[in-house]
């Protein structure tokens, strides 16, 4: 059986196989990670919805299962400015769901727990030293850039666009994720905003390939060997999967989620920014469907979260999941239920053989 083609990425990771398990706040956890890691793969964990303490025992978790490469992942968005008018029009809007569960629209909203790299996070590299960290919406200031590199780390970062890709290799990175709007969860986008004109993966991959030096990681609709070998005959030398790994075991996420994954077709996801504040690919459900999937009323990231929060913990109960995120790619029906290792597994020996053939 023929090996990779393009070795930059292993080579450059420390990995086995050109394959990166996508880090998905809220659903990967460390188990996921150490059997990806296992496996071959690169095994990344999300840190924007982790505070600095429990981040820091799940890496200790990491570290004494594996050995292999590890990828932390922080997201590096501006902190909102406070706008109160936009917050309260933000409740008025979701208020007769409140009335209609049972709920105070007047009670005070709970937090949004995303938070951006910061001085704490580079505190936690520092201490870890994985052997990559990548990063969403863009790069965190230089200094705290220069303060990641200095570890030795890898540093990748998501572009949605060739420009974004560019802007990207000229501040260090190592490689880029070129982030096609299959994608599931948050788009990567940080130099601009206009979701109407979102380029596809196997849009994107080729031209951003043709446009910087360093390796390219293909990230968007990728859920089985045909995508892999796809991706690298276009110009990528790895993928980053995410929708596939959510059916694993290992996932943490709501049954209800699991279950809209299972019967998820290609058309039943949108980008939407109700549950956040910024676009992101999910199952439609009841709000998408009544509001609109992107709404001029949903407060700016992350805040929008916190109103929806006790509509969630009310209708979750119920079996219904018409106020929580269902975070899901295009490619969800390609997704096969088994375990992270076993999926990392098949998905390289399955891409190799293709590749061999």
Known sequence: MAGWPDRRIPDLFGIEHPIIQAPMAGATTPEMVVAACDAGALGSLPCAMLAVEAADRAIAVIRERTRCPLNLNFFCHAPPEPDPVRLLAWRARLAPYYVEQGLDPEAPVPASARAPFDDAYCALVEKH????????????????????????????????????????????????IAMGLEAGGHRGTFLGGDMARQVGTFALVPQVADAVSVPVIAAGGIADARGIVAALALGASAVQ???????????????????ALETATEA??????????????????????????????????????????????????????DFQSLWSGQAARLARPMGTGALTRRLAEEALAKLGG
């Open 241 to 259: 999967i995410g929708t596939a790994y959510l059916l694993t075991p290992e996932a943490k996420i709501s049954p209800l989620h699991r279950k």
């Open 129 to 176: 030293r994985p052997e990559v960290v990548s990063f969403h919406f863009g790069l965190p200031e230089p200094g705290l850039l220069g303060r990641v590199k200095a570890t030795g780390a890898k540093v990748i970062s998501s572009a949605t666009t060739v420009d974004e890709a560019m802007w990207l290799e000229r501040q260090g990175c190592d490689a880029v």
């Open 268 to 321: 039943d996801t949108a980008l939407t920014n109700l549950f956040t504040g910024r676009p992101a690919r999910g199952i439609m459900n009841r709000l998408m469907r009544e509001l609109g999937p992107l709404s001029p009323d949903a407060p700016a990231f992350p805040l929008a979260g916190g109103a929806l929060a006790p509509l969630r913990a009310r209708t979750e109960p119920q079996g219904n999941a």
